[in-house]
């Protein structure tokens, strides 16, 4: 799988992303990533290849054979919304033949340039949390939270996407198809990194060719319990991303 992602100072994302879908069974993580995040994630994580890019000067060719290798891609996690962010997002959608999963700043890019959605040459899932969702459809976040199920359901139908929309009960809807409500997780899931953690497991399964129609919901089931296990170890208030990671073994030895 592909990890596109990071920037300076924001080595943290695709480092869970990689870590997560390390630990869910992918045989083989690739993170693109700015220079500057090229030696702290070897040392965090050296089972990861790796191709450092330099900023505002993106190898397309480069990019393009990562794609071609790729049998995933996650696109976004700590990316931040730049003129890069843009250039790669909008080459992956518009080349990209595999399930490509877009997070975090990916997310907040496509919000000027929804139209990019419609070029997609491939299966694609978004994965907002409720402030992403907000800037996406132009709605207050409360709306948004007391129509949960029918928002997620009308993003995935009109930009014909897999939406995992994240808050206390995540809804995953596949277009003119299933609407899941999640029951596992946590309140201490609500800390820096697990969204992140969720996109690795997702992509992780996603490798081991599980369609993404069941990967979604099905990955998002066990960041829930993994989150589970985790809280009962330690508690809900310090609960981190790296302990959802660590809980995934036993939640996959059941």
């Not at 879908?21 to 050296?46: E, F, S, W």
């Not at 975090?104 to 919000?111: I, K, R, S």
């Not at 201490?188 to 690795?200: K, N």
Request: charged fraction near 15%; charge should be neutral; hydrophobic fraction near 45%.
């Amino acid at each position: 799988m592909l990890i596109i992602a990071g920037s300076e100072n924001m080595s943290g994302a695709a480092y869970f992303s990689a870590k997560a879908a390390y630990k869910t069974g992918a045989g083989l993580v690739h993170i693109y990533t700015p220079m500057c995040n090229r030696d702290i994630l070897l040392t965090q994580i050296p089972e990861v290849l790796l191709t450092p890019f330099i900023t505002n000067k993106i190898d397309i060719k480069k990019l393009d054979e990562l794609i071609n290798w790729a049998s995933v891609i996650v696109i976004g996690p700590g990316m931040g919304v730049s003129d890069d962010t843009h250039k790669i997002l909008s080459y992956v959608l518009q080349h990209a033949r595999i399930p490509v999963i877009i997070d975090a700043d990916g997310l907040n890019t496509l919000v000027p340039n929804l139209r990019l959605l419609k070029q997609a040459q491939s299966t694609i899932i978004v994965t907002p949390h409720l402030g992403e969702m907000a800037r996406l459809v132009k709605q207050p976040i409360e709306t948004i939270k007391n129509n949960l199920v029918d928002t997620a359901k009308k993003f995935a139908q009109d930009y014909n996407v897999i939406c995992v929309l994240k808050d206390a009960k995540t809804i995953v809807t596949i277009p003119e198809q299933t609407t899941y409500i999640n029951q596992s997780g946590n309140c201490g899931m609500a800390t820096g990194g697990a969204g992140d953690v969720l996109t690795g497991i997702m992509a992780g399964l996603i490798a081991q060719h599980l369609p993404p129609s069941k990967a979604a919901p099905v990955s998002v089931y066990l960041h829930g319990l993994a989150g589970d296990i985790a809280s009962k170890k330690l508690n809900k208030y310090s609960l981190l991303a790296s302990d959802i990671i660590d809980s995934l073994n036993e939640v996959l030895s059941v």
